[in-house]
């Protein structure tokens, strides 16, 4: 069994920093994929930051930004590689919105896979003055 919980989050002024926080833990033989997503009142589901990892190799990680956060969001995974971070900065008013994270684990040398989300609605970021 694998658990998905996310922390951090928060009230914020435009220009301000927050960091997210999702950790993966149970049965993990490494981890796939972790994508941070927004979703912003009233709209879908966007796809922020995201790195798509072989678990099996030591090819480099892939990462990608939405183009609207480049150069003042950075998604990040601790050494053990169970827990992965977004930090962001430069918060603008319209990045409020729930914050989710989707992990992909890789469960073992059979190559089986598990893919789920963080908690509930995700952590909540509200960006106001």
């Known amino acids: 069994q694998v658990h998905v919980v996310q922390s951090g989050g928060g009230l914020v002024q435009p220009g301000g920093s927050l960091r997210l926080s999702c950790t993966a833990s149970?049965?993990?033989?490494?981890?796939?994929?972790v994508g941070w997503y927004r979703q912003a009142p009233g709209k879908g589901r966007e796809l922020v930051a995201e790195?798509?990892?072989?678990?099996?190799?030591?090819?480099?990680?892939?990462?990608k930004y939405a183009d609207s956060v480049k150069g003042r969001f950075t998604i990040s995974k601790d050494s053990a590689k169970t827990t992965m971070y977004l930090q962001m900065n430069s918060l603008k008013f319209e990045e409020t919105g729930h914050y989710l994270c989707?992990?992909?684990?890789?469960?073992?040398?059979?190559?089986?896979?598990?893919?789920?989300w963080g908690q509930g609605q995700g952590t909540l970021v509200t960006v106001s003055s």
């Open positions: 989707n992990v992909e684990v890789l469960l073992g040398t059979d190559g089986s896979t598990w893919n789920g």
């Open positions: 149970g049965r993990i033989f490494g981890i796939n994929y």
């Open positions: 790195i798509i990892s072989d678990s099996t190799t030591n090819y480099a990680d892939s990462v």
